[in-house]
Nanobody
Framework: QVQLVESGGGMVQAGDSLRLSCAASGRSLSTAPMGWFRQAPEKEREFVAS????????YYTKSVRGRFTISRDNAKNSVYLQMNSLRPEDTAVYYCAVQKGAYSTYDVRSSIYGNWGQGTQVTVSS
């Protein structure tokens, strides 16, 4: 059973940057697409970004394109989310997850992901 642990969240001001990390243990994730999601208070969990097993294909929700970058290091069994030009509306708990099957990297449904981590809080003040 794979376990995912997110880290790197914090409280920042608008325009600042943060780098989130997601470390996996239990098994190698080098062949699995990975994703980042976020959930703001009283809102549903939403897709943020995904990356295929090799790192060659990435996909972002429209609101973060050009500001966020997802990457992975399979040797470290880790996935990252570089977040630049942060906005107050980016405030949320951020989760990483691994795809449960052979789905497209462009499939944004949370239901195809599993092994959710505990999340890391990102708070952006204006």
């Amino acid at each position: 059973q794979v376990q995912l642990v997110e880290s790197g969240g914090g409280m920042v001001q608008a325009g600042d940057s943060l780098r989130l990390s997601c470390a996996a243990s239990g098994r190698s994730l080098s062949t699995a697409p990975m994703g980042w999601f976020r959930q703001a208070p009283e809102k549903e969990r939403e897709f943020v970004a995904s990356i295929d097993w090799s790192g060659a294909i990435t996909y972002y929700t429209k609101s973060v394109r050009g500001r966020f970058t997802i990457s992975r290091d399979n040797a470290k069994n880790s996935v990252y989310l570089q977040m630049n030009s942060l906005r107050p509306e980016d405030t949320a708990v951020y989760y990483c997850a691994v795809q449960k099957g052979a789905y497209s990297t462009y499939d944004v449904r949370s239901s195809i992901y599993g092994n959710w981590g505990q999340g890391t809080q990102v708070t952006v003040s204006s």
